[in-house]
């Protein structure tokens, strides 16, 4: 039980998401895509929505 608890499984995950046409590490194909400083650019200004305002 203890060696399937401590098996590393994320190469079969990554060639899995390969097989399926998808990136074999989301989070580095997240960051390379450039999307996350695509929303930060549309959240600059505006009002502060808080009672703290």
């Known amino acids: 039980m203890m060696d399937a608890?401590?098996?590393d499984v994320r190469?079969?995950?990554a060639a899995w998401r390969e097989s399926c046409?998808?990136?074999g590490?989301?989070?580095a194909a997240y960051?390379?895509?450039g999307y996350?400083?695509?929303i930060s650019a549309g959240l600059?200004?505006?009002q502060q929505a808080s009672w703290a305002a």
Do not use: C, N, T
């Open 21 to 23: 046409g998808r990136a």
């Open 5 to 7: 608890f401590y098996a």
């Open 25 to 27: 590490d989301p989070m």
């Open 44 to 46: 600059v200004g505006g």
């Open 36 to 38: 996350q400083e695509k």
């Open 31 to 33: 960051a390379a895509s």
């Open 11 to 13: 190469p079969d995950l």
